[in-house]
C-alpha cells in the first residue's frame, strides 16, 4: 500500500509540481527585474505572461503561481521602467 501511494505522488508530482517550477525557473530573470524594479524587454515579458498563463489555467495549485502571473499583468499595464518607487 505504501509503495502504490508513493508511486500516486511521484506521478502527481511529475505532472503538477515540475511544470510549475520549470516555468519559475525559466522566467525567474524576468520576475527578478520586475521585483527590482529593471526594465524588462517587452518579449521576455509576453513570454513570462504567456506561460504564467499556461500554467495558471492548468489549475495547479503551487504557492506564489498566481501572485507573480499578477506581477506580470501590473508589470504589463505599467509603463515599464517607470517605476513609482
Same mark, same amino acid.
Given at each position: 500500500?505504501?509503495?502504490?501511494?508513493?508511486?500516486?505522488?511521484?506521478?502527481?508530482?511529475?505532472?503538477?509540481?515540475?511544470?510549475?517550477?520549470?516555468?519559475? #525557473?525559466?522566467?525567474?530573470?524576468?520576475? %527578478?527585474?520586475?521585483?527590482? @524594479?529593471? /526594465?524588462?524587454?517587452? *518579449?521576455? =515579458?509576453?513570454? $513570462?505572461?504567456?506561460? #504564467?498563463?499556461?500554467?495558471?489555467?492548468? %489549475?495547479?495549485?503551487?504557492? @506564489?503561481? /498566481?501572485?507573480?502571473? *499578477?506581477? =506580470?499583468?501590473? $508589470?504589463?499595464?505599467?509603463?515599464?521602467?517607470?517605476?513609482?518607487?
Amino acid at each position: 500500500m505504501f509503495r502504490w501511494s508513493l508511486i500516486v505522488f511521484g506521478f502527481f508530482w511529475s505532472i503538477l509540481v515540475i511544470p510549475a517550477e520549470s516555468v519559475r #525557473y525559466a522566467h525567474f530573470d524576468v520576475t %527578478g527585474a520586475i521585483a527590482n @524594479g529593471r /526594465r524588462v524587454k517587452p *518579449a521576455d =515579458l509576453d513570454a $513570462a505572461v504567456d506561460a #504564467y498563463k499556461l500554467i495558471g489555467s492548468a %489549475g495547479i495549485c503551487m504557492p @506564489g503561481i /498566481r501572485e507573480q502571473l *499578477a506581477n =506580470l499583468f501590473f $508589470a504589463v499595464v505599467r509603463p515599464i521602467g517607470n517605476s513609482t518607487r
